[in-house]
């Protein structure tokens, strides 16, 4: 019994004894691995953080040192070309509301700009849909214009009438709309004349046509071909 005691009693040191070997180099082999894992995962992040700023500032397109010169030249090109042609849009009508509302963001964008790279962008987007506005806004006056010529060549009064009415809401401070504009009654008129003459010539009646031409020369819209007939 003596002897079972003993050789359990050995057994017990013995794995004391291991154990008090194995655990401290596990303890230790827990510990570099967590250190060198947590460092690591620093580094990836400082990497990652790295080329995420260095891909801002490439695709912002401004470096540091140039900021200052980059918003200058934004701000000098909406005062000065920019924002007279928005102010020239009449406010009560689509493309006027739209050039308030640019305005707005961008002058706002310029107050608090803190000449950051994310401002720029922001700014420069919005110069951007600005001039967008302005090019859609001149095509549809010219467009405009050209239903009122068609119009008036053809002696459409209905049409006339209507696309004069959308012109000067779309224009009233232009030039040449408001030269058509000052004229539409006149042009009314002799679109009356001009069909007559018309008529008149269709069915020979020499003196007709001539009283008619004679009325549309004198309301300021004869033509060398109408001259000669008078």
């Known amino acids: 019994m003596a002897s079972v005691a003993s050789k359990r ?18 303890v230790v082999t827990v510990f570099l691995f967590t250190v060198s894992f947590n460092v690591m995962e620093h580094d990836n ?7 995420i700023n260095q891909l801002s500032l490439a695709s912002s397109n401004i470096q540091p040192a140039d900021q200052g010169r980059k918003f200058n030249e934004l701000f000098n090109a909406y005062t000065s070309r920019i924002r007279p ?6 406010e009560k009508t689509f493309f006027g509301n739209r050039a308030s509302e640019i305005i707005d963001l961008i002058e706002n964008d310029f107050e608090n700009t803190g000449n950051n790279n994310s401002r720029y962008l922001e700014i420069r987007e919005n110069i ?7 090019s859609t806004y001149k095509d549809e006056l010219r467009f405009s214009l050209q239903r009122v010529e068609m119009a008036f060549e053809k002696f459409d009064k209905v049409v006339f ?7 000067v809401e779309l224009a009233i401070n232009n030039p040449e709309v408001n030269e058509w504009a000052s004229k539409k009654a006149s042009a009314l008129e002799y679109f009356d004349y001009a069909i007559k003459a018309r008529r008149a010539k269709s069915e020979l009646n020499a003196q007709v046509e001539i009283d008619a031409l004679r009325e ?3 309301l300021g819209f004869g033509n060398p071909d109408s001259d000669a007939r008078i």
């Not at 951007?128 to 302005?134: F, G, P, Q, V």
């Not at 009438?161 to 012109?167: G, I, K, V």
């Open 128 to 134: 951007s849909k600005a001039e967008d506005l302005i």
């Open 9 to 26: 009693k050995s057994k017990r040191l013995r794995f004391i004894l291991i154990a008090s070997v194995v655990f401290p180099v596990l």
């Open 45 to 51: 992040k400082n990497e990652n953080m790295t080329s």
């Open 85 to 90: 042609a928005l102010n020239e849009i009449p």
């Open 161 to 167: 009438e209507r696309e004069m009415s959308n012109l």
């Open 216 to 218: 549309i020369d004198r």
